[in-house]
């Protein structure tokens, strides 16, 4: 079955660390994102690919890294430079024409 | 830059009453998506509109699309406990950017 597969579920990240969210999808899908929740709040855009080797910063870029080396991969890097990394972090993708995006079940990072 | 505002921000109703919520965007839009988050889960697409005045029906739910193309609403009809989530509206940008703009989204809690 299709579908676009986020690891871990939960990761715990000392303060410091750079810690690096998976995210695949065998969709074919041409387009990735990432996006973080808050708890009460909607998603916020970090980082999005249309094409492979090519991505643009979302709303809340500062302090995450991405790459985009094949269609089927999209991690996210959480930096120390990221003051606040503790949420939800949902990664989702999409044929360029849509319609919707396909999410994955999403990482749960914690900060300890 | 771009805002979709989505009211109410929560709501309980008795299973078996009506629901509605409101999608605003400060910008026309091309396109309008809707997902259900289930809690503790991740968003699903619903639906997608795309013409001004647009209404379109799943089962008890219907979604409208305003004339202006800059709001649009969801209403459940007769709710039931497996409605229970939390429901996104997301917009896409008329000046075709290729973000998707999620509104902070309404939690529905339904009493049975």
């Known amino acids: 079955d299709g579908g676009i597969t986020q690891s871990p579920k939960y990761l715990f990240r000392k303060e410091g660390q750079n810690v690096t969210l998976s995210c695949e999808q065998n969709?074919?899908?041409?387009?990735m994102y990432w996006y973080r929740q808050d708890p009460g709040q909607g998603l916020r855009l970090i980082y999005y690919?249309?094409?492979?080797?090519?991505?643009q910063k979302g709303d809340i870029a500062e302090g995450y890294s991405v790459s985009r080396e094949k269609k089927e991969s999209f991690p996210l890097t959480v930096t120390s430079a990221q003051k606040n990394p503790t949420a939800f972090y949902l990664c989702?993708?999409?044929?360029?024409?849509?319609?919707?995006?396909?999410f994955g079940s999403g990482t749960r990072l914690t900060v300890v | 830059g771009q805002q979709v505002m989505q009211i109410p921000q929560y709501q309980h109703v008795q299973e078996g009453e009506d629901f509605t919520t409101y999608c605003n965007s400060s910008?026309?839009?091309?396109?309008i998506q809707w997902y259900k988050q289930r809690p503790g889960g991740h968003p699903v697409f619903l639906i997608q509109?795309?013409?001004?005045?647009e209404v379109k029906k799943q089962k008890r739910l219907t979604f409208q699309f305003g004339e202006a193309k800059k709001n649009s609403s969801l209403h459940i009809t007769a709710t039931q406990t497996t409605d229970v989530g939390t429901y996104f509206c997301?917009?896409?940008?008329?000046?075709?950017?290729?973000?998707?703009?999620f509104g902070q989204g309404t939690t529905l809690q339904v009493k049975p």
């Open positions: 969709l074919n899908h041409d387009a």
């Open positions: 509109l795309v013409k001004s005045g």
């Open positions: 910008t026309t839009l091309s396109n």
């Open positions: 989702a993708s999409t044929f360029d024409r849509g319609p919707g995006y396909t």
């Open positions: 997301a917009g896409l940008s008329s000046s075709n950017t290729g973000k998707l703009i």
């Open positions: 690919s249309q094409i492979v080797n090519d991505f």
